[in-house]
Nanobody, 119 residues
């Protein structure tokens, strides 16, 4: 299994970024796909995830600014981030976890992509 995150970078406050996660060796039909982030000196935290049956969970700090989506045909997961704030600065990680009964439970992590929000 490989999760390859990309799309991070430097953006000004109020700007937008779209993160992408290319997944291989994994089935979206039995996995929740999502994004976590980790800021310096802080614990890794959930940003948003999308279950195999398309239910979405977002952290309170998202406040409607971020949208998670997936393209199951191409095994891609996206995080559209708008109205970015300096406190959104972090390394963003793509992850996957099994969410269907009857399957062995696994969690997978990508390598992370840096998002820096600064003027």
């Amino acid at each position: 299994v490989q999760l390859q995150a990309s799309g991070g970078g430097l953006v000004q406050p109020g700007g937008s970024l779209r993160l992408s996660c290319a997944a291989s060796g994994i089935s979206f039909s039995i996995n929740t796909m999502g994004w976590y982030r980790q800021a310096p000196g802080k614990q890794r935290e959930l940003v948003a995830d999308l279950t195999s049956d398309d239910r979405t969970l977002s952290a309170d700090f998202v406040e409607g600014r971020f949208t998670i989506s997936k393209d199951s045909a191409n095994n891609m997961v996206y995080l559209q981030m708008n109205s970015l704030k300096p406190e959104d600065t972090a390394v963003y990680y793509c992850y996957a976890r099994t969410d269907q009964p009857g399957y062995a439970y696994h969690t997978y992590w990508g390598q992370g992509t840096q998002v820096t929000v600064s003027s």
